[in-house]
């Protein structure tokens, strides 16, 4: 099957032109769908009803406690410890987010599980803030493994027996994040050539995610050192290019990876983060979510191919769902009158990559479904969700007065 879509974009949008959909090498499932009447198109209840059946299904590892997120990089031959706290906290946002999940007694133990899990990973040897590599993931682990900490407090949903140890872990995020900042730069990177104490150059894709935990962490009232977040945003803001993309990794330079059709899931987490931050402005947001639709296509020719970085623009398959979680993200920060619209363009994209088991996959990895999925499933939920913290985070409201 391959078919072809045609959506026109009018106002703040350009016209988005024809684009093809391509099999999955990792299940040779193909998109099932190609949307030209709203009507066609799936429930965004059903289709997010579907993503929590299959990430519950996908649940893996010693205690079935993991959604280990899989790529070509291993170590010791295995899956990474920080690939694997990080897809298991992705997916149990996604649980989490997900509606009923009060009423849902598998996905409550499920959650459990994972967190139990994230919190015991403290414990292995290679996510320790001592360790020392030049290609470093347990940044994703520290992030992400915070942010499903801090989200289980927020939504009042941290199992009562690993309340204790699951402050312990948080702060054991927290000192592993400070500890791994590119020093006098600011920011973060998992991949460092000069080694991991040398001066490195900061990720936007790495550094936006990892604000967005400590932004949450502080309106917590955790101590989070302000020096450290303001460095982090300020690579952010050197990293953005005059054409608005943001560079690999780095300053402001030009490269082909920096090129606006490569760079658009960067430009979608910088612009949503610095927005957050007071230091961006909704006419960028805007822009980078306009950027995406317009050149979603050169995401989709990546999406489950072999290899990483290929030319023209240096597009990652891994950057696909990234790219939608962050579009998803940035579109609830536009103003209420245009979400709408929007919404409807994000949800006839995302739709015609679903694959016909009801899943999504960006890789050529069966088990990469588990990430694909959960990340699908909350840009469908986002616009249900809280707006994610800014920096600083608004003062607590003043007790009423009592006369």
Same mark, same amino acid.
């Given at each position: 099957?391959?078919?072809?879509?045609?959506?026109?974009?009018?106002?703040?949008?350009?016209?988005?032109?024809?684009?093809?959909?391509?099999?999955?090498?990792?299940?040779?499932?193909?998109?099932?769908?190609?949307?030209?009447?709203?009507?066609?198109?799936?429930?965004?209840?059903?289709?997010?009803?579907?993503?929590?059946?299959?990430?519950?299904?996908?649940?893996?590892?010693?205690?079935?406690?993991?959604?280990?997120?899989?790529?070509?990089?291993?170590?010791?031959?295995?899956?990474?410890?920080?690939?694997?706290?990080?897809?298991?906290?992705?997916?149990?946002?996604?649980?989490?987010?997900?509606?009923?999940?009060?009423?849902?007694?598998?996905?409550?133990?499920?959650?459990?599980?994972?967190?139990?899990?994230?919190?015991?990973?403290?414990?292995?040897?290679?996510?320790?803030?001592?360790?020392?590599?030049?290609?470093?993931?347990?940044?994703?682990?520290?992030?992400?493994?915070?942010?499903?900490?801090?989200?289980?407090?927020?939504?009042?949903?941290?199992?009562? +027996?690993?309340?204790?140890?699951?402050?312990?872990?948080?702060?054991?995020?927290?000192?592993?994040?400070?500890?791994?900042?590119?020093?006098?730069?600011?920011?973060?990177?998992?991949?460092?050539?000069?080694?991991?104490?040398?001066?490195?150059?900061?990720?936007?894709?790495?550094?936006?995610?990892?604000?967005?935990?400590?932004?949450?962490?502080?309106?917590?009232?955790?101590?989070?050192?302000?020096?450290?977040?303001?460095?982090?945003?300020?690579?952010?803001?050197?990293?953005?290019?005059?054409?608005?993309?943001?560079?690999?990794?780095?300053?402001?330079?030009?490269?082909?990876?920096?090129?606006?059709?490569?760079?658009?899931?960067?430009?979608?987490?910088?612009?949503?983060?610095?927005?957050?931050?007071?230091?961006?402005?909704?006419?960028?947001?805007?822009?980078?979510?306009?950027?995406?639709?317009?050149?979603?296509?050169?995401?989709?020719?990546?999406?489950?191919?072999?290899?990483?970085?290929?030319?023209?623009?240096?597009?990652?398959?891994?950057?696909?769902?990234?790219?939608?979680?962050?579009?998803?993200?940035?579109?609830?920060?536009?103003?209420?009158?245009?979400?709408?619209?929007?919404?409807?363009?994000?949800?006839?994209?995302?739709?015609?990559?679903?694959? +016909?088991?009801?899943?999504?996959?960006?890789?050529?990895?069966?088990?990469?479904?588990?990430?694909?999925?959960?990340?699908?499933?909350?840009?469908?939920?986002?616009?249900?969700?809280?707006?994610?913290?800014?920096?600083?985070?608004?003062?607590?409201?003043?007790?009423?007065?009592?006369?």
């Amino acid at each position: 099957m391959r078919r072809t879509a045609t959506r026109r974009a009018t106002g703040l949008m350009a016209t988005l032109l024809a684009f093809g959909l391509a099999s999955n090498p990792a299940t040779g499932q193909e998109p099932a769908n190609s949307w030209t009447d709203a009507a066609d198109m799936p429930s965004v209840a059903d289709a997010v009803a579907r993503g929590v059946e299959i990430i519950l299904d996908r649940q893996e590892g010693e205690g079935n406690a993991e959604w280990p997120y899989q790529g070509v990089y291993r170590v010791n031959g295995k899956i990474p410890i920080g690939y694997r706290v990080g897809g298991s906290a992705i997916a149990s946002h996604a649980l989490l987010a997900a509606p009923g999940y009060d009423e849902d007694d598998a996905r409550q133990a499920a959650v459990a599980r994972a967190t139990q899990f994230i919190i015991e990973s403290t414990d292995h040897e290679l996510m320790q803030h001592a360790f020392e590599s030049r290609y470093d993931v347990r940044g994703w682990g520290y992030a992400y493994g915070l942010a499903h900490l801090l989200r289980l407090k927020a939504a009042g949903r941290m199992p009562a +027996e690993l309340a204790d140890a699951a402050e312990e872990a948080v702060q054991f995020y927290l000192d592993g994040i400070a500890a791994t900042a590119i020093p006098e730069r600011g920011g973060w990177n998992y991949s460092r050539r000069a080694g991991f104490q040398a001066p490195g150059r900061p990720s936007p894709f790495m550094t936006g995610p990892t604000l967005l935990a400590l932004f949450e962490a502080v309106r917590q009232g955790y101590e989070v050192d302000a020096d450290l977040i303001e460095a982090g945003i300020a690579a952010l803001e050197a990293a953005r290019t005059p054409t608005g993309a943001f560079v690999y990794a780095g300053d402001n330079g030009v490269s082909s990876r920096s090129a606006v059709p490569g760079s658009v899931g960067r430009m979608l987490v910088g612009e949503a983060t610095l927005l957050l931050a007071g230091r961006g402005s909704v006419d960028r947001v805007r822009g980078a979510v306009d950027a995406f639709i317009v050149h979603w296509d050169w995401l989709d020719q990546r999406r489950a191919k072999n290899g990483t970085h290929v030319k023209p623009y240096g597009v990652a398959p891994y950057y696909f769902y990234y790219a939608h979680y962050f579009a998803a993200m940035a579109i609830e920060l536009l103003p209420d009158q245009e979400r709408e619209e929007y919404r409807r363009r994000f949800r006839d994209l995302l739709f015609s990559v679903r694959l +016909e088991d009801g899943a999504w996959n960006d890789r050529v990895f069966d088990r990469s479904a588990n990430y694909g999925t959960a990340m699908s499933v909350l840009a469908l939920v986002m616009p249900e969700l809280p707006r994610p913290t800014g920096f600083p985070p608004p003062a607590p409201a003043a007790p009423a007065a009592v006369d």
